[in-house]
Nanobody
Framework: QVQLLESGGGLVQTGGSLSLACAAS????????LGWFRQAPGKEREFVSL????????NYADSVKGRFTISRDNAKNTVYLQMNSLKREDTAVYYC??????????????WGQGTQVTVSS
């Protein structure tokens, strides 16, 4: 049974930083592309970032490029999202997704339960 467990969300002021982690189990971690998505209240789930199984390829939404960094540690079965220079519009529930590639949520098979990120002014 595949499980993805996000952690690291919380409340931060504008301009601050947070680091999210997603620990995976039940899958051959290094074989899977991973993504981070987010969903704000009343909005559709949107792509944030992705990373290939090897970690050599990454991609970011334009809205977070230069501020967020995705990485993975295949020895720890964990993917990370370092978020810097946070803005109020980054407020959302952040989800980790596995077994997929691309910017569409429908491209991914497995999802975590999400972690809330709230950015206040």
């Amino acid at each position: 049974q595949v499980q993805l467990l996000e952690s690291g969300g919380g409340l931060v002021q504008t301009g601050g930083s947070l680091s999210l982690a997603c620990a995976a189990s039940g899958l051959t971690f290094s074989a899977y592309g991973l993504g981070w998505f987010r969903q704000a209240p009343g909005k559709e789930r949107e792509f944030v970032s992705l990373i290939s199984g090897s970690g050599r390829t990454t991609n970011y939404a334009d809205s977070v490029k230069g501020r967020f960094t995705i990485s993975r540690d295949n020895a720890k079965n964990t993917v990370y999202l370092q978020m810097n220079s946070l803005k109020r519009e980054d407020t959302a529930v952040y989800y980790c997704a596995a077994d997929g590639y691309g910017t569409r949520p429908s491209a991914y098979t497995y999802w975590g339960q999400g972690t809330q990120v709230t950015v206040s002014s």
